[in-house]
């Protein structure tokens, strides 16, 4: 379970999702809840999509797997009440800074025991929110 928690806390911390247009705040937390629901849904492909460089660097660094890789051994192992509690998560804060953000989230003990900690960083690139790291 151990690997578990770290590929979800790298993921969650390391992943780029796009939005575009609206304001700031409301592009942030779109791109941050498409990237859980992504993680939650095992779509490896369609989480990865929204991973920075960096990101992506730092899930291979920590886990030893490509993105894909990691995404899918993650989805493979959470069970119902993982992935009803990682779409649920709810966002208590975003505050943006220019191109870069922060979520906070409400991890409760469920997203806690996969990993899930509560704050996540993001950076707008090529008009897009990609989550970068812890």
């Known amino acids: 379970m151990r690997t578990i928690a770290v590929i979800v806390a790298v993921l969650l911390a390391a992943v780029a999702a796009g939005a575009c247009g609206g304001n700031a705040e409301d592009d942030v937390r779109s791109s941050w809840e498409a ?7 095992g779509d490896a492909t369609g989480f990865c999509a929204m991973v920075s460089r960096e990101g992506k660097d730092e899930i291979t660094a920590r886990t030893g797997l490509a993105c894909e890789d ?5 989805a493979s192992q959470l069970g119902a009440a ?11 804060a975003v505050q943006v800074d220019g191109d870069a953000a922060t979520v906070t989230y409400e991890a409760g003990p469920g997203l806690e ?6 704050r996540t960083s993001m950076t707008r690139v090529d008009g897009r929110w990609l989550l970068q790291g812890i």
Do not use: E, H, M, P
Not at 35 to 41: G, H, L, P, S
Not at 82 to 92: F, L
Not at 113 to 118: A, M, N
């Open 113 to 118: 025991q996969v990993g899930f900690t509560g």
């Open 70 to 74: 990691a995404v899918r051994l993650l």
């Open 35 to 41: 990237a859980a629901r992504a993680v939650a849904d």
């Open 82 to 92: 993982d992935k009803a509690a990682i779409r649920g998560a709810a966002i208590s």
